[in-house]
Structure formats: structure tokens, C-alpha cells
């Protein structure tokens, strides 16, 4: 078994603090690590960077010599917290059990708040974390991305190769965009979508951010979806981000913050369920119990929020599909489903969106290598750490290239950005649409353009 270097502690410079009191990582959930190595095969960041401390067992290493005094939090250190995913594979392999999910979504806020960051990561945290969260911010910068795209500054940016030499961060930003519109149909929904035939649920659907302004047919397609499967959709025009981007990377009361507001909208609705089509939004949605533990206003609105929250292809798979499903094309169409790691090891949520995919008419799915290993999307980790992001990005495509797949499903608009920049680097031109988008397409009959 590989073990850490015993002189790693000593190295560390003893002059920045340890956890502070503000929930650090429980001592009792580090200690139940019995450093087996289990996780290392399955560890993305494990898997590029190659070294003990990047991974999840090194990284518990590190909160147990933090508890006892033997490191400290500084640079060296929260680089070893930074390189994690939070793609929780770890969770679903270990055999004792280990909440590493818990332990890590505790040592990141430490880590923000104990440890100085330099001023280049200041600027690109303050710009992700200031506007993706915000639907109408981000709004604001629409047209500029519009005509950086359709003026052809774009292509020209990323032929000179100048941003990914100067400005790798902004270049990873630039890689993953997407084809920018300018009036998302999905900013136009109604509050409540009545039900096509007889009204079985009445559920919330929380449309995103980066969801709804660059995924709008997305969101277009599960609303049609649930309303062809006898749901009444209610859409709070007051919702906004969910909090995933900022709970990941530890900005705690940002989190919290959105997480109340998120609470607040939905209240007074009266829905059975509250519907989200995004896996990383999902988990951190079915997480609000833990973020808001210690607000005694929000503790028990926050649990029966959770207890509502499913995933779409959850609550399809659990209510059974009442419409008629058609065949998306004239013969047979081979298509294979990723695996969002919010989804599989967040959630647990696996068989089902294959259970729904198989229903429609003409569908083999194939099944890649490596499914439960992250794309290197991971919320923005793409953007903070593009080098691993893209190994991992290419391992991803090339996986699910070798299925021979005609589509890729992908539930999650993260990993389908991650992938599609992939494809685009590989000169690969495969479609990739979301489940919701495909049983939209069989329900109306509409058949698939290849």
C-alpha cells in the first residue's frame, strides 16, 4: 500500500493556522478513513496528477495532521484540497463508508477563509463567483459574447494561441462556450404550465443559471415533457442560482445566501415535487439540510425543501411515463448515456435515465469504459484547473467515442460542455442532446437530423 511521505508535515511552513472553530472537518469522520487506498483507482485528480496527497486518502492525511497540529492550512496544502473534483467516486467506492463528500464540503470553506489567495486566483474566483450565479448579470454580457462569436474575434483568439499562453484560465473559459443567443425562449416561461391531459403532480421546475440562458431548449424540453406526463408545472419567476457553483468551492455564506432565496421562492407554491434537470444542481439542492444546519430560521425549511427535490429522470422513472413514445429515427439509433458525478455518486441516480432512454422506440445503448470517471468538467474546475480538467476531458471523449455511439446523452449542461470542447479539439461532429431533449423529440414524433 502507498503511504505518504512521513517528512511532508515537517516541510510545512507552521506559521498560518489550522482549522479555525467554524465546523471544520469532524474528527470522528476522518478518523473512520482506515487508509485502505480503495479510492486511489477511482480518483480522477489522482489519476493525472499522481500523487499521494491528490488524492482522497492523502488529502484525509491532511485534515488529520491539521487536527493535530503537525500541518497547517497554507499553499502548500489548500493546493492539495484545490486539485479535488469533488466528483465523489471516492464515496461510492470506498468499502468503510468514509463521508469523504462531508469531510471535503467542510475543509474548503477553511480553506477560504484561512488561507490568502494570490491575486490572479482573486480576480478569476471574483469574476466566476460574481456573475455565474446571477442569471441577470450574466444576462448583461449576452450581447458581447454574441458579436465576439459572430464577428469572428473568437476564432481569431483561439488560432493565435495568445490567451492559452497568457491567460490559460480565460482561455479555458472561452474553450467550453457555447453558441450564444440572444433571447433565450426559457426567460419567457409562464409561472404555471398547465397539464396536456390529466393532471397527476403539481411540480416546482427550477431552471437554472447557465441552464437557462444557454440551455433554454433544455428547459423548453422538460417542461413539454412533464406536462406530457400529466404534471402541472410551476415555474417562480423569483428563483435563481441553486448554489452549486459556490457551496463546491467552499464560498459558504454566498451558498447559503442562494440557498435561502432559492427556499423563499418556492414556498406558498404548494407542489408535490420541485423538478431540477441539472445533475450538479440537483445534488447540492438535496443538500440543503447540511448547508443550512446551523440557520435556525431555514434549518427545517431546508430539510422538507430536499425531501421534495428530485431529479427529472428520477421522477419519471418513479412515476412511470403515461405518452406515447415514437421512434427518433427511420432505423435503429445507437446512442450512449454519460454519467454526470453528481448524479452517480451524488445522488445515486443511475439506472434510471438508462430505464427511460431504452423506452423510446429503436434505442440501443451502449455502455462506455471508465463511466463513473469525471470529464474534468466539475462545476468550474475546468476554468481553475484546466491542465487536469483536460486530460481528463479527453479520456472522457475518447470513452465514449469508442462505444461507436451515433449520440451522447448528457444530463448535466457542465459535463456537455466539457464534451463537446472535446469533440471540437478531436475534430469530432457527434450530437449530444440531454434525455429530457430526446423524449421531447419521441413524444412529438420529431425525428433526429444526422
Request: proline share 6%; with cysteine.
Amino acid at each position: 500500500m502507498q503511504t505518504s511521505d512521513p517528512n511532508l508535515f515537517n516541510k510545512i511552513n507552521t506559521n498560518i493556522s489550522g482549522f479555525d472553530e467554524k465546523n471544520p472537518p469532524p474528527k470522528d469522520l476522518v478518523d473512520a478513513c482506515v487508509h485502505c487506498g480503495f479510492c486511489l483507482s477511482t480518483c480522477p485528480s489522482y489519476r493525472v496528477i499522481g500523487k499521494e496527497m491528490d488524492s482522497p486518502r492523502g488529502r484525509i492525511y491532511l485534515m488529520n495532521a491539521i487536527h493535530q497540529g503537525q500541518a497547517t492550512i497554507d499553499e502548500t496544502t489548500s493546493q492539495h484540497f484545490d486539485s479535488c473534483l469533488g466528483c465523489l467516486a471516492c464515496v461510492t467506492t470506498c468499502p468503510s463508508g468514509v463521508q469523504y463528500d462531508q469531510l471535503i464540503a467542510k475543509t474548503r470553506p477553511q480553506v477560504e477563509r484561512n488561507q490568502p489567495r494570490s491575486l490572479t486566483d482573486k480576480l478569476i474566483r471574483s469574476l466566476i463567483f460574481n456573475l455565474f450565479p446571477y442569471p441577470k448579470r450574466l444576462q448583461i454580457f449576452l450581447p458581447l459574447l454574441w458579436l465576439y462569436q459572430k464577428l469572428g474575434i473568437q476564432k481569431l483568439v483561439r488560432a493565435t494561441g495568445l490567451l492559452t499562453r497568457f491567460f490559460p484560465r480565460l482561455a479555458a473559459m472561452d474553450s467550453i462556450l457555447p453558441e450564444v443567443t440572444l433571447n433565450p425562449v426559457a426567460q419567457n416561461f409562464p409561472d404555471i404550465i398547465p397539464s396536456q391531459n390529466q393532471k397527476r403532480y403539481r411540480v416546482g421546475m427550477i431552471l437554472g443559471c447557465v441552464q437557462r440562458l444557454f440551455f433554454s431548449p433544455v428547459n423548453e424540453a422538460t417542461a413539454r415533457v412533464l406536462t406530457a406526463n400529466g404534471c402541472e408545472v410551476v415555474i417562480p419567476k423569483t428563483q435563481g442560482c441553486c448554489a452549486a457553483l459556490p457551496e463546491h468551492q467552499g464560498q459558504e455564506k454566498q451558498a447559503q445566501t442562494l440557498a435561502k432565496q432559492m427556499i423563499d421562492s418556492f414556498e406558498g407554491t404548494d407542489v408535490d415535487y420541485i423538478i431540477i434537470n441539472a445533475a450538479g444542481c440537483g445534488h447540492t439542492l438535496k443538500e440543503y439540510g447540511h448547508i443550512l444546519a446551523d440557520d435556525p430560521e431555514y434549518k427545517e425549511k431546508a430539510k422538507q425543501f430536499s425531501e421534495k427535490v428530485r431529479d427529472v429522470q428520477e421522477f419519471l422513472a418513479e412515476v412511470g411515463l403515461t405518452a406515447t413514445l415514437n421512434p427518433l429515427t427511420e432505423g435503429k439509433l445507437t446512442m450512449v448515456y454519460q454519467d454526470a458525478c453528481h448524479l452517480l455518486h451524488g445522488q445515486k441516480i443511475s439506472l434510471q435515465p438508462r430505464q427511460l432512454l431504452k423506452q423510446i422506440p429503436g434505442v440501443t445503448l451502449k455502455e462506455p469504459i471508465d463511466a463513473a470517471l469525471c470529464c474534468g468538467s466539475a462545476g468550474v474546475y475546468n476554468m481553475l484547473q484546466p491542465e487536469v480538467a483536460n486530460e481528463l476531458g479527453q479520456q472522457k471523449v475518447n470513452n465514449l467515442l469508442n462505444t461507436g455511439a451515433k449520440l451522447i446523452a448528457s444530463a448535466n449542461p457542465g459535463c456537455s460542455l466539457q464534451i463537446k470542447k472535446h469533440l471540437r479539439l478531436q475534430g469530432k461532429d457527434i450530437k449530444l442532446m440531454h434525455p429530457m431533449e430526446l423524449l421531447d423529440s419521441s413524444i412529438r414524433g420529431i425525428k433526429l437530423d444526422f
